[in-house]
Structure formats: C-alpha cells, structure tokens
C-alpha cells in the first residue's frame, strides 16, 4: 500500500501502459487516479475495466494548452491535491525515411510526445508547489537513448523528453517535485503492433523476432513491467531521486 493517501493523473490512461499502470497504482492504495486520453469511449472502456470508484475519466488531447489545464484543473478540483502527475500519452508517427517525413506528420508526434510534457509540467507544478510537492514520471522510451532508422520524430522527440526531465527537476525540486524518465523497450502492446507492421506490413512476427533477439532477457516488455517502474517513481521509496533516467529494457541499451 505503498500509494496510501495519494492522488494521481495518468495521461494516455486508455493505452496498454497508462491502464496497467492504473491497475497497480489502485492495488498499491492510491486514493483517486484521473485517467486522461483523447477518446471519451476508450477511457469508459478502461474504467469499466479497472472497475473501481477510485478512478475517475477526462477526455483530453495532451498538445492542447486548453486540454492540459482542463485536466489538471480537472484532477485538483476532485482530489484537491497532486501528488504524482504520469505524463504518458504518446504517439508513434509513421516509419518512413526522414527524407519523406511531412512536416505535419513531424509536428503531430512533436506536439504530442514532447510539448504535451511540457504542458503537463506547466500546468501541474503550480498544483503541487502549493500542497508540498509529488512525483511527475515521463515515458520516454529507448528511443530516447539510440537513434532508430525511419523514424525521426519519434526518436528526437523521445530524446527531448530527457532534456525536459532535466529542466523539470532542477526547477521543481525547491518544491520537493521530483521529475524522472522511465525508458522501456519494446512493449507487447498496440504501439508496437503498429510499428511491426509498419516496418513490414503483413510480416510483424517477423520484426518482433529481430527485436527480441536484440533483447538479452529475450522477449518483449509487458506493460505490467514498465508499470512496476512506475510504481517506485509515484512513491515516497524513491523520494531522494529525481533527473534520473530509468531504462527498463531487459538489457536491450546493455
Ligand atoms: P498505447 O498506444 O497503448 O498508449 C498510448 C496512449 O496515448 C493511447 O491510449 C493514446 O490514445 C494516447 N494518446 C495519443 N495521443 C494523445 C493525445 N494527443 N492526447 C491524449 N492521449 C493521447 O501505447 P503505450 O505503449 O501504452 O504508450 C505509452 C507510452 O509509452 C508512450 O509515450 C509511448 O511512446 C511509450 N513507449 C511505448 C513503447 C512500446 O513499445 N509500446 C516503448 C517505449 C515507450
């Protein structure tokens, strides 16, 4: 019950990460979650799912100044407090060389993926300052840390995010906001579905395979292992750490 007395957002909540996340922070004690994603019916389904009165919905898209301070404002008026902020949503873009990337398709994972962490950021710190502080946790990724081929937004924008953590954590620990990445490798989930079939359309089995054999342990995450990272991160047993990059990836970055 390490989250007992603690009140947290999770962005991306919908997704394979943000609601087994959820589901742990619920079994750890958290007092109320506040889900956020783009699509009402997604964050209904994951409600119904989680199945507990602890948790509460907010259909927002992360990019948008407006969304972000609906959600936080949002989150403060049900819980009257934040302690962790997971600033999780993200977006994978289109697998093509660089040369051929459009400048929307650049813009939609650079808006999502690294100012909606900056937004998020923004709008909650001013919530925490005043109510002694918390945790705020950022999905990066191992693309965050190597360049991977034919996919230039996703890779810049998951190495800003470290840059991001790094300003967050000097300017809020005054505060007692600590600010951490966490960087997972591939996770079996719908994110990586869509890139296997994007590096090869019809044969993604086949791109699972060579990136488990690039993973020393040998096999994909599952959200379950990157939720448990998060879990340290939301409570007071990493309370003395903070603009730190947290890899979990099964040796993959080894
Ligand atoms: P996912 O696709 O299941 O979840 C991502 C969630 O973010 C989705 O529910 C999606 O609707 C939401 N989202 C996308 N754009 C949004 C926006 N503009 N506003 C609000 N919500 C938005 O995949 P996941 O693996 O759970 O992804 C969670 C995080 O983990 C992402 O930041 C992703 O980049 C990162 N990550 C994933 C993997 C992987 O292999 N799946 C590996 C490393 C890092």
Redesign the pocket.
């Known amino acids: 019950m390490i989250l007992k007395g603690k009140y947290g957002i999770i ?2 909540g ?5 609601k087994a996340s959820a589901a742990l922070f619920l079994s750890e004690g958290i007092e109320g979650v506040l889900l ?4 009402q019916e ?1 964050l209904e389904a994951a409600k119904a799912e989680l199945n507990d009165k602890r948790v509460f919905i907010y259909s ?4 948008k100044a407006a969304d972000v301070k609906g959600y936080t404002e949002k989150a403060s008026d049900i819980f009257g407090k934040i302690d962790i902020v997971f600033l ?5 873009g289109v697998v093509k060389p660089l040369t051929e990337y459009s400048e929307e398709e650049y813009d939609l994972v650079m808006n ?2 690294v100012k ?1 962490v900056w937004m998020g950021m923004k709008y909650a710190f001013p919530f925490m300052e005043k109510t002694g502080g918390g945790s705020i946790i950022i ?5 965050g840390l190597t360049g991977t081929a034919k996919m230039i937004a996703y890779t810049t924008s ?1 190495h800003a995010t470290i840059g991001a953590m790094r300003v967050g954590a000097k300017e809020g620990a005054p505060f007692n906001i600590r600010v951490n990445t966490i960087h ?4 079996d ?4 579905r869509s890139l296997e079939d994007q590096f090869a359309p019809g044969a993604g089995s086949e791109v699972k395979k060579g990136f488990e054999s690039m993973i020393p342990l040998g096999r994909y995450a599952v ?1 379950e292992d990157i939720a448990e990272m998060a879990l340290f991160l939301a409570s007071d047993k990493s309370k003395f750490i903070t603009g730190a990059m947290h890899v979990v990836d099964g040796g993959f970055s080894a």
Do not use: Y
Request: hydrophobic share 35%; net charge negative; no cysteine.
């Open positions: 962005t991306g919908a997704g394979g990460i943000g956020v994603d783009l699509k997604d927002a898209d992360v990019s999780n949503a993200g977006t994978e999502v993926n909606g999905t990066s990724s191992v693309a998951k997972p490798s591939p996770v989930n719908r994110m990586m959200n």
